[in-house]
């Protein structure tokens, strides 16, 4: 049996040379065909890499055909609904009604099992509202800052072009301009293809400071001034760390580095360039503070904030410490959860690090809270974020606007083939073959992304009325349920312990958590207090 695919081109082709002899005309390219497989199958029986092939030559190619389509074959024939992975496909199939401006109703009842443990709803009001007819923006800028922005309460998270195709970033931008919202560079930096169509821009520095690097890596403030001053630039946004691979630089090879990649990071074209894993402009807390009121000066008083997937907790509390010392606080923090997404990563950073996004934002919120600094600072939350419900139970655990990556590539046309890292994107939007990339027609799709906003939006706006409330800022813990076991049911107040303003900065009665990491942050440096130096 093992040999039955190698035995059968070995009788095929013996069969065809016979009748090629006869009758050339008819039987030539079977004769072809079948030689072809036979010399396969003798190099796959010779060859010493694949233990597989030697045991099953010709027949061992299928496990690797039906293993290429795996993803295709779950997808469409096996998966249910609502399982997600990463997607279910009633979240994708919503993304895309909404995105073509199509019914998204939903017949015949829900298919969630209501009774099961971790099935999260908000509790709607007897007296609910009719919903807010003006879309709520969120008034971003603290006190230091001089030209804030209004932002929309749904905005593209970051998403490099070189990771997305140039038609892609040009359908999201013109999507943006269209809708009113925020367009999240990434930390690919400004491309040619962000600005064609005017769209707002949050302008990402990773740790490459792409688009203000000098040559050796280093943060160029020249380069930045020149950039940031761009109308275009409404917000700037450090890079702490991604959730799908938190703690994790990058290496951009040579030959991905075209002329258009090289323009917009700032790097010489076909030159290996390298992300670390940390920043150089900054190495503790206070002079990352420091770092963020030195560019909010060379932006001309634009909001500067940071993103981070939250990993110790008492780093984040440090950080805090260090606004407390400095005075100076940075105008956003965008919490990006562990359930992000990216090109490609290492799987144990992809399943195994970071903090999960509802927790995350949880202990950012409390931590700005219990120092008496919330006030001053507005959060933003991101992290598999597509429907209305998601943006709204993520603002009734402390966020003031959510952010999504993979919803708008929904809207772009992805269907999460799961070929990010490929290049070979089977529609054009994660890929930079400019044969593939034509698949996305850049006005089609720009109405695609506008749509998809608005409606998801609107139906984060139902949800908020049907709680009874005028605006998503009202949303609360006690508004959240989660059933916790079969007979169970908690609100994330419960679930949660929230601290109350300034409670971090008295002497506990007791120590909990907050309190213990509390003790450990120093605004001198990441280290916990009892390992610094």
Same mark, same amino acid.
């Given at each position: 049996?093992?040999?039955?695919? *190698? ?49 099953? %030559? ?77 879309? %709520? ?29 140039? $038609? ?99 790097? %010489?074209?076909?030159?290996? /360039? ?98 008496? *600094? ?45 070929? /990010? ?11 930079? $073959? ?8 850049? %006005? ?90």
């Amino acid at each position: 049996m093992r040999y039955t695919g *190698l035995v059968a081109a070995f009788v095929a082709t013996g069969v065809f040379a016979g009748l090629t002899f006869v009758a050339p005309r008819y039987f030539a390219w079977f004769f072809i065909v079948s030689g072809l497989l036979l010399a396969i199958g003798l190099h796959d029986l010779l060859q010493a890499q694949h233990t597989l092939l030697r045991n099953y %030559p010709l027949l061992a190619h299928f496990r690797w055909f039906f293993e290429s389509i795996r993803p295709e074959i779950r997808q469409y024939l096996i998966e249910s609904d609502t399982e997600a992975t990463p997607f279910s496909r009633e979240a994708r199939s919503q993304v895309y009604a909404r995105a073509k401006g199509a019914n998204d109703a939903d017949p015949f009842g829900t298919e969630l099992d209501v009774y099961a443990e971790g099935h999260e709803w908000l509790a709607h009001s007897i007296a609910a509202r009719a919903p807010a007819e003006t879309p %709520p923006r969120v008034h971003i800028g603290g006190p230091d800052c001089s030209r804030p922005y209004a932002a929309s309460t749904l905005n593209i998270s970051a998403m490099s072009f070189g990771s997305l195709s140039a $038609n892609a970033i040009r359908a999201l931008n013109k999507g943006a301009a269209l809708g009113g919202f925020a367009h999240d560079t990434g930390e690919g930096s400004i491309s040619r293809h962000h600005k064609e169509f005017g769209g707002d821009l949050i302008w990402e520095l990773g740790s490459g400071y792409f688009g203000c690097r000098a040559r050796d890596g280093a943060f160029d403030r020249a380069q930045f001034v020149d950039r940031a001053s761009d109308d275009q630039v409404k917000m700037v946004e450090i890079k702490l760390s991604q959730g799908a691979k938190p703690g994790h630089g990058g290496v951009l090879p040579g030959r991905k580095v075209t002329q258009e990649i090289a323009e917009a990071r700032g790097v %010489p074209v076909g030159q290996t /360039c390298n992300s670390p894993p940390y920043h150089t402009a900054f190495s503790t807390p206070i002079e990352m503070m420091e770092f963020i009121a030195d560019l909010r000066e060379g932006c001309g008083g634009k909001p500067v904030g940071f993103k981070l997937c939250i990993g110790h907790g008492w780093q984040f509390m440090s950080l805090a410490k260090a606004m407390l010392k400095t005075g100076i606080t940075p105008d956003f923090i965008v919490v990006d959860g562990a359930e992000g997404g990216t090109g490609a990563a290492p799987l144990e950073l992809v399943d195994s690090v970071g903090t999960p996004l509802r927790e995350g934002l949880v202990w950012a919120h409390n931590t700005l809270v219990g120092a008496g *600094l919330r006030e001053r600072i507005k959060i933003g939350a991101s992290g598999k974020i597509t429907s209305g419900f998601r943006m709204a139970s993520n603002m009734a655990l402390g966020a003031d606007w959510c952010n999504s990556a993979r919803g708008f590539m929904f809207a772009v046309g992805c269907v999460q083939s799961e070929s /990010c890292h490929t290049d070979r994107c089977p529609t054009g939007v994660a890929t930079q $073959n400019p044969w593939r990339q034509r698949a996305v027609v850049v %006005p089609e799709k720009a109405e695609r992304v506008y749509h998809f906003h608005k409606a998801t939006v609107a139906a984060m706006q139902e949800v908020v009325a049907t709680v009874g409330l005028d605006h998503p800022a009202q949303l609360a813990p006690e508004h959240l349920c989660r059933r916790t076991r079969d007979s169970e049911i908690q609100s994330a107040d419960q679930v949660y312990r929230f601290l109350k303003t300034g409670e971090l900065l008295v002497a506990p009665a007791t120590r909990g958590r907050y309190e213990t990491a509390w003790a450990r942050a120093q605004a001198e440096s990441f280290l916990p207090r009892s390992h610094a130096a």
